[in-house]
């Protein structure tokens, strides 16, 4: 097997370069025959991101996670199998990592179709390993998909969208002002997201993240960097959900300022009827104070404001956190 | 007013003395009879007719709509029509609305109103959708045309509130200004206030989406003044007591956007709210309802009489909220609703709603949440297909479908003209059967004949793009994303669907093959636009090169997340190739070739003549796949085949290292090399030649 992938500068109109590199290729040749599979697969990588113009150092690092493209892990093993099908192609082989590994559903299987009569073993294989990362929800990972003009996106995201009930109109005449006060900032908040996430390329390096409360179906998004401190955090959730909650745990307009400062930290602590979770880099859920607030801010997915008995639920790794944060303040 | 065409153009016509003596009708009686043409298609029939009706219909045209804004140059356009008083430019590629096109990408407006201003002086109407737009244009704008009456922008960026107070300080003919869903910098509502005093023509007024507070007293003034006004819709600050105010001053209006809900009323209040509805016998259409609650909703009851369309987009409504508002709305022909209102809500539209026609359907809330699971499916589109036979325009966001289903649907409502399905996540095959969706498409192009419009979603092979190349005759734009098994997919809709005037697609394996496959059709298309697909640079070379009347633009993306897959797709290719087959070195021959040929035929031509061929090394050269895989079983008899700079790519390669186990099949790639990837390609035809705005990241072929 000579499979092999040549690192190099030379454009492609410069053949002479390309000559060149031959005696490149065959030392890279025999040492890329020895190497064990993983770091074929990042030469590959490597390679692919060497080709854009842009720093290959940063992409290289951020392309690898597995966060970036959920299918990795299942299409990898299709790769496997297709170089076992097809072992006689050792360039097939590696090329098809490096695709798979892009997240792409592009190897032998396209190839196949374009054959037209052969549909083998590896394209099946690929189509269950494509929609396994369809069920694992690859969708939240896509830009521009689904396709909602990003207008509408952001005000889905930053607007106050609380389903309707009959409960908490009785709360409108005191609630209504500091809701709006609160819808405005969110507004500017998404406005400024705006502007610096059209710079920044796109919105998810912004540090909004999705909240969502138990048994009300539709979410809204916090702005992370907004705040230095969980107390902070846990006064805007409070002022965010007020009516929902506060409809829920039935606390009236009266003493309002009030409730709103123990209750937000009643939610931390885990005393009140609703608790902070959030979703970590993993996966996992867990409580929110567990970890110092910069660990928590590289760490958060989302957030969720969960009612406290079904809180106890929580993975068994953040159980672990539980049962320290839980004797921690007291 | 008219510039008038004693002296016409010398240039274009110069013979135009000749042919009038053969003309049946005087010009002046051609160009009153063209003035009663409205629809820009017949115009466009009737320019194609002869010389003298082609001049005739420019004389004579008022409003021109550019569908591409690179497609035409300002100059090209005021050449051929001096009299235009209206003009509807629209920019940027769609996909731009979801973030798939770079910041500063162009489709900037000013050059063509630093043209309009010495050409079309009398300029009334700019209608604008995903230009560019700063403040300075707008400012221009304002003070450029003293007849100015009507702007909207949709989907525009680039400018701030600023920009609309000059348009409201020194338009003082405005009729129309239409402000929706743009990316727009929101100092203030000042804007609002530069209306002068004596300003009343105002018939149109949209600013929903600006969120800043405008000055009430000055609305309530300006509204109080505009007699005719007909459309008014406000931002979401905007309270129930002064939307009240505002009803009392406008019963007339035809349309309304309303603004927040979610206020307590007084009884008294509530019946007076009532009542200025009630008096609104004119109102056809309501949208607004941000944050609306179910204690609001009856108010609105008496309104609903005559309403047509109903858009409560922005409205996160229960079912039984929503039922309870469509009793009342009998007449309904569109409904835009948010999948909150959940099957339920979708079966009350079926049993209500006998007139709609249009259906559109948009997720709640943040679509990327996985675990919400609520929201609309297949039976909410089945109810509404059994209730609305007239349905003839869906869009549909939602998270399961059966082919079945889809089916059933359209033989409910065979007259669709748009379909646009959207399964939010990709790739999910009918999650009934686990089959893919292809039966589910198919039958919606067998079935639609009038179908002008199709977006497609979930698992799909090449057999839907099969389906749709041979059944949707009427097919004018199709959105593709994630869908298809190989270039074949692309090519069926390329060779098939007559009327394609837009196709897009983003994240499909098709590459240059189908990119290449019926290169003819763009000419008649007005853009293409392909994203994370497998096309390469040398495959859009080649269209540039085959295609001199198109724009081909690859857009490059750097420092940002989104374009990282797409740098990965985008290494399919190999430039250089190199075949060794250690066998039978006997009598060898050798040929070598660089910068020559012109198609894959003289490489085939070479392997299948030469008997005794050994070695052939190509560098440079137009060959293809076809011609690597012409005689392949020859290369057994060779020692080598090199190939570099050629256009075989990482399938044809595969496909041979499948046929042929005992040959070495090498690909060579290099990197640092930034000639070999297409991000994203954008194709559109021009007469206006390649741009000259284009920003660094895109290239222009």
């Avoid at chain 1, 590994?101 to 179709?113: E, P, Q």
């Avoid at chain 1, 997201?193 to 796109?202: P, T």
């Avoid at chain 1, 965010?240 to 307009?253: A, E, K, L, Q, V």
Wanted: aromatic share 8%; proline share 4%.
């Amino acid at each position: 097997m000579q499979g092999v992938v040549v690192l190099g500068g030379a454009t492609r109109s410069g053949s002479i370069s390309t000559l060149s590199m031959e005696d490149n290729n065959l030392v890279l040749s025999s040492e890329d025959s020895s190497s064990p599979d993983e770091s074929e697969l990042e030469l590959a990588l490597g390679l692919s991101l060497g080709g854009t113009a842009c720093k290959p150092q940063q992409h290289y690092a951020r392309i690898l996670t597995a966060k970036d493209f959920p299918s990795v892990g299942s299409s990898v093993s299709v790769s496997a199998s297709s170089s076992s099908s097809s072992s006689s192609s050792s360039c097939s082989s590696s090329l098809s990592r490096a695709n798979v590994t892009a997240g792409t559903k592009r190897s032998a299987d396209s190839v196949a179709a374009a054959n037209g009569a052969r549909a083998n073993v590896t394209a099946g294989t690929k189509r269950s390993a494509d929609s396994v990362a369809a069920a694992n929800g690859a969708s939240s990972q896509v830009v521009g998909w689904p396709p909602i003009r990003s207008y509408r996106m952001n005000s889905l995201v930053n607007q106050a969208k609380l389903p309707a009930t009959e409960e908490f109109s009785s709360l409108i005449g005191n609630s209504k002002n500091s809701n709006s006060v609160v819808g405005k900032g969110t507004n500017n908040c998404s406005d400024k997201n705006n502007g610096s996430a059209k710079e920044n390329g796109r919105s998810r390096s912004s540090l909004f993240v999705k909240v969502n409360l138990d048994g009300t179906p539709i979410g809204r998004k916090v702005d992370l960097s907004a705040h230095r401190c969980y107390e902070t955090l846990a006064q805007t959730l409070e002022d965010m959900f007020h009516t929902s909650t506060s409809t829920i745990t039935s606390i009236r307009s009266s003493g309002e300022e009030h409730d709103k400062a123990t209750r937000s930290s009643k939610m931390l602590d885990g005393s009140s009827d609703f608790v902070l979770t959030y979703e970590d880099k993993e996966g996992d859920w867990m409580l929110v104070g567990d970890v110092p607030w910069g660990m928590f801010i590289n760490s958060v997915r989302r957030l969720k404001i969960m009612r406290t008995s079904e809180a106890k639920g929580l993975a068994p790794r953040s159980e672990e956190r539980n049962g320290r944060q839980r004797t921690n303040p007291i | 007013m008219n510039h008038k065409r004693k002296n016409p153009d010398p240039s274009p016509d110069s013979d135009e003395s000749t042919t009038q003596l053969s003309s049946p009708f005087p010009d002046e009686v051609l160009e009153r009879v063209l003035s009663l043409l409205n629809s820009r298609k017949d115009r466009n029939s009737v320019s194609l007719v002869c010389k003298d009706w082609y001049d005739a219909e420019r004389w004579s045209r008022t409003h021109v709509f550019i569908g591409n804004c690179y497609s035409v140059s300002p100059e090209i356009l005021t050449r051929r029509f001096p009299n235009i008083r209206s003009v509807t430019l629209k920019g940027k590629p769609r996909f731009s609305d979801f973030d798939l096109v770079p910041p500063k990408w162009g489709a900037y407006v000013h050059s063509w109103l630093l043209l309009f201003a010495t050409k079309y002086h009398f300029l009334e109407e700019l209608r604008l959708k995903r230009m560019t737009v700063s403040d300075e244009s707008l400012k221009f704008l304002a003070l450029s045309f003293p007849n100015f009456k009507a702007l909207s922008l949709l989907s525009c960026d680039g400018f701030s509130t600023d920009g609309l107070a000059s348009i409201t300080t020194h338009c003082k003919n405005l009729t129309e200004l239409d402000i929706q869903e743009n990316d727009i910098d929101d100092k203030s509502g000042k804007w609002l206030s530069c209306f002068p005093e004596n300003f009343m023509s105002l018939e149109v007024l949209n600013f929903a989406n600006l969120n800043s507070d405008v000055n009430f007293e000055a609305l309530e003034r300006l509204v109080s003044r505009c007699k005719s006004l007909k459309v008014l819709k406000v931002n979401e600050n905007m309270t129930l007591e002064q939307l009240h105010r505002l009803l009392v001053l406008a019963p007339h209006l035809r349309e309304l956007g309303t603004g927040s809900l979610l206020q307590e009323l007084m009884p008294r209040q509530h019946s007076e709210l009532k009542s200025a509805f009630n008096n609104c016998k004119n109102l056809n259409i309501l949208s607004g309802f941000y944050e609306v609650t179910s204690i609001f909703l009856p108010v609105l009851y008496p309104a609903c009489t005559n309403l047509t369309f109903l858009n409560l987009s922005y409205a996160a409504l229960r079912s039984d909220e929503l039922s309870n508002l469509l009793i009342h709305c009998p007449l309904l022909q569109r409904l835009w609703v948010q999948d909150s209102v959940e099957d339920e809500g979708l079966e009350a539209v079926g049993s209500n709603c006998p007139l709609l026609e249009e259906l559109r359907v948009f997720p709640a809330s943040d679509p990327f949440e996985d675990e919400i699971l609520h929201g609309v499916t297949e039976t909410g589109f089945l109810a509404v297909s059994y209730g609305c036979k007239k349905l003839h325009y869906v869009l549909y966001f939602c998270r399961q479908m059966t082919n079945a289903a889809v089916a059933t649907i359209v033989q409910n409502c065979p007259d669709f003209t748009h379909f646009r399905l959207c399964i939010m996540n990709p790739r999910q095959p009918d999650y009934q059967t686990n089959e893919p969706m292809d039966e589910a498409f198919g039958a919606v192009v067998k079935t639609c004949t009038k179908l002008r419009r199709l977006a497609v979603s979930g698992l799909l092979t090449d057999l839907t793009f099969e389906y749709i190349g041979k059944y949707a005759k009427n097919l004018e734009t199709l959105s593709v994303a994630f869908a298809g098994s190989s270039d074949w997919g692309m090519e069926c809709v390329l060779k098939g669907c007559p009327k394609l005037r837009k196709l897009e697609i983003r994240d499909c394996p098709f590459g240059n093959a189908a990119l290449l496959s019926s290169f003819r059709k763009y000419e008649s298309m007005r853009s293409l636009w392909m994203s994370g697909c497998k096309v390469t640079m040398d495959g859009c070379r080649l269209l540039a090169q085959e295609m001199p009347r198109l724009n081909v633009e690859v857009i490059r993306e750097c420092g940002n997340d989104g374009c990282q897959a797409d740098k990965l797709y985008g290494q399919e290719r190999m430039p250089h190739l190199l075949f060794s087959l250690f066998e039978l070195c006997t009598n060898l021959e050798t040929l070598s070739v660089a910068f020559a040929g012109s198609s894959d035929w003289g490489m085939e031509c070479v392997l299948k003549g030469c008997p005794k061929l050994r070695k052939l090394e190509i560098r440079d050269c137009p060959f293809g796949n076809a011609a690597l895989l012409s005689s392949f079983r020859k290369y057994e008899s060779m020692r080598s085949l090199w190939m570099s700079g050629c256009k075989v790519t990482m399938d044809g390669c595969r496909l041979l290292a499948q046929e042929m186990p005992r040959l070495n099949v090498e690909v060579i790639r290099e990197c640092g090399n930034d000639g070999c990837q297409a991000d994203k390609l954008y194709v559109y035809r021009s007469v206006a030649g390649p741009r000259k705005d284009a920003p660094p990241f895109v290239l222009t072929l």
